[in-house]
T-cell receptor
Framework: EAGVAQSPRYKIIEKRQSVAFWCNPI?????LYWYQQILGQGPKLLIQ????????DSQLPKDRFSAERLKGVDSTLKIQPAKLEDSAVYLC???????????FGPGTRLLVL | GENVEQHPSTLSVQEGDSAVIKCTYS??????FPWYKQELGKGSQLIID?????GEKKDQRIAVTLNKTAKHFSLHITETQPEDSAVYFC???????????FGKGTRLSVIA
C-alpha cells in the first residue's frame, strides 16, 4: 500500500514570498490533516478535511495560510506571504475516517530567510 | 484545551536495556493516546496506541500503560536495539471530537 506522498521535500524561500505544498493521501482515506512541526516541538494541527470539507481550521493563521482539497483527494497548503517564523516541517497525514489511525507523510521542510 | 507534557526530552540507553518515556495530559475527556516514532526523512509511524477503557497494551517489545486517575501514560521499550533510535512523540485526544495534541518529543539514542 502506497503511503502519504508529499512534495516538495525541501523548500527555501525569502520572507514575503509565497510557497505551496502538495499532499496525496493514502487511497480511500477520507480524512486529511496538515500539521506544522517547529524544531524541537511536536506536530500542531493546522487544518483537517473530511472529504473536501473543512472539519477544523481553528489553528490555521488565515491571514497568510490557505488550504484546499478539491475533489476530496489531494490537497495543497499555501503560505502567502511567508514570515521567518513559518520555518518548520509541514506534515500531511490521512486516515480512513475521522477516528482511525493517522498515517503521516515524510513532510516538507521549509526554511524562510 | 488539551496540554501534553513529555519527559525526558532526550534519553540514551545501552543496547539491550529498557527505555521509558512518560507523558501527562490535562483534559480528563481525552480517551485516545497514540505513540509515534519519527525517523529522519521518514513519515511518523504509529507504533502503539491505547484507549481509556484499558490500562495496558503490549506489542512484542513495546508496551504502553495508562493511569487515567493521574492523567499520565508511558511508553516502555524492552531489549532496545540500535534501530529503536528515533524521536518518539506521545499524543492525546478525545477521539472523534478533538484533534490530536502532541508532546514535544523524546530523542532516544540506543548505544551499541
Amino acid at each position: 500500500e502506497a503511503g502519504v506522498a508529499q512534495s516538495p521535500r525541501y523548500k527555501i524561500i525569502e520572507k514575503r514570498q509565497s510557497v505551496a505544498f502538495w499532499c496525496n493521501p493514502i487511497s480511500g482515506h477520507a480524512t486529511l490533516y496538515w500539521y506544522q512541526q517547529i524544531l524541537g516541538q511536536g506536530p500542531k494541527l493546522l487544518i483537517q478535511f473530511q472529504n473536501n470539507g473543512v472539519v477544523d481550521d481553528s489553528q490555521l493563521p488565515k491571514d497568510r495560510f490557505s488550504a484546499e482539497r478539491l475533489k476530496g483527494v489531494d490537497s495543497t497548503l499555501k503560505i502567502q506571504p511567508a514570515k521567518l517564523e513559518d520555518s518548520a516541517v509541514y506534515l500531511c497525514a490521512s486516515s480512513f475516517g475521522g477516528v482511525e489511525t493517522q498515517y503521516f507523510g515524510p513532510g516538507t521542510r521549509l526554511l524562510v530567510l | 484545551g488539551e496540554n501534553v507534557e513529555q519527559h525526558p526530552s532526550t534519553l540514551s540507553v545501552q543496547e539491550g536495556d529498557s527505555a521509558v518515556i512518560k507523558c501527562t495530559y490535562s483534559d480528563s475527556a481525552s480517551n485516545y493516546f497514540p505513540w509515534y516514532k519519527q525517523e529522519l526523512g521518514k513519515g511518523s509511524q504509529l507504533i502503539i496506541d491505547i484507549r481509556s477503557n484499558v490500562g495496558e497494551k503490549k506489542d512484542q517489545r513495546i508496551a504502553v500503560t495508562l493511569n487515567k486517575t493521574a492523567k499520565h501514560f508511558s511508553l516502555h521499550i524492552t531489549e532496545t536495539q540500535p534501530e529503536d533510535s528515533a524521536v518518539y512523540f506521545c499524543a492525546a485526544s478525545n477521539e472523534g471530537n478533538t484533534p490530536l495534541v502532541f508532546g514535544k518529543g523524546t530523542r532516544l539514542s540506543v548505544i551499541a
